[in-house]
């Protein structure tokens, strides 16, 4: 990773939450400035000491499909303890960070585990390009990688007809006018994953998948799994691209 400056530590010693999750305490975050605008975004390696009663949870619990969303693969709800003692740790991170107004206060929106398993050929056309989750201007997207496997980075990208990296209520219809037409050149094309930048979207910072890795950017930012289908498509908790998915809107 480059450009990195390292964040405040938050306390100190470790503490467990109902076994649920050891957090590494002091953290240490850094702060990495991602792409022309040097957007900032957190890391944190090692937020966790031990993961096991996580990754028990997740083996245990039915995954189903995310009908709300574009995901390509199956989610489960994360514990509620696990939550609450992420956000514990980071809030007062994100306040800092991204100079978020003291008045206003987050609003979990979402929270999974989540797995990939969708096969190329069947991803429809906006599962095949770089998206964004919401153009609000605080929403954050708080990710923990969970396996110790092997799997595909997350990736930042600009899209080049707009030279546009994050995605606003102010540029939003622009971004969609200037994406259609590649849109309608890819929908007739075999599908496949989005992992390498071409004319229309270049990627400009990726962050490789960790366990115990917490990665926490702006929800507008245009971003992408870097799929690998021989290690991500994977139904399994145990082998899987497993990652904890916590959506928060700050308003």
């Known amino acids: 990773m480059t450009d990195v400056k390292p964040a405040k530590d938050a306390s100190s010693s470790a503490k467990s939450l109902n076994s649920m999750v050891l957090v590494n305490k002091p953290l240490k975050p850094q702060i990495v400035y991602i792409g022309e605008l040097k957007t900032p975004v957190i890391v944190i390696d090692d937020f966790t000491a031990d993961l096991s009663e996580l990754q028990a949870c997740a083996s245990q619990i039915d995954f189903n499909l995310d009908m709300g969303s574009y995901y390509p693969g199956v989610r489960a709800k994360l514990p509620k303890d696990y939550v609450i003692e992420v956000l514990n740790h980071v809030f007062q991170l994100i306040y800092d960070v991204y100079k978020v107004p003291i008045n206003l206060r987050i609003k979990p929106q979402t929270t999974y585990f989540s797995l990939i398993n969708r096969q190329p050929e069947s991803l429809t056309t906006l599962q095949r390009i770089p ?5 609000a201007p605080y929403y954050f997207a708080i990710l923990q990688y969970l396996n110790d496997q092997p799997h595909g980075a997350t990736a930042f990208f600009k899209h080049k007809p707009s030279g546009y990296e994050r995605i606003t209520k102010d540029n939003m219809q622009q971004y969609f ?7 309608q050149q890819i929908a007739p094309e075999p599908a496949k994953y989005f992992v390498e930048s071409n ?9 490789e998948y960790k366990q115990h890795r917490l990665v926490i950017y702006p929800g507008n930012l245009l971003h992408s799994t870097l799929v690998d289908p021989n290690t991500d498509i994977d139904s399994s908790p145990e082998t899987g691209r497993l990652t904890a998915n916590i959506f928060i809107n700050i308003e």
């Open 131 to 135: 998206h964004f989750d919401t153009p």
């Open 177 to 183: 006018n200037a994406a259609e037409p590649y849109l």
């Open 199 to 207: 004319e229309y979207y270049q990627q400009h910072h990726q962050i």
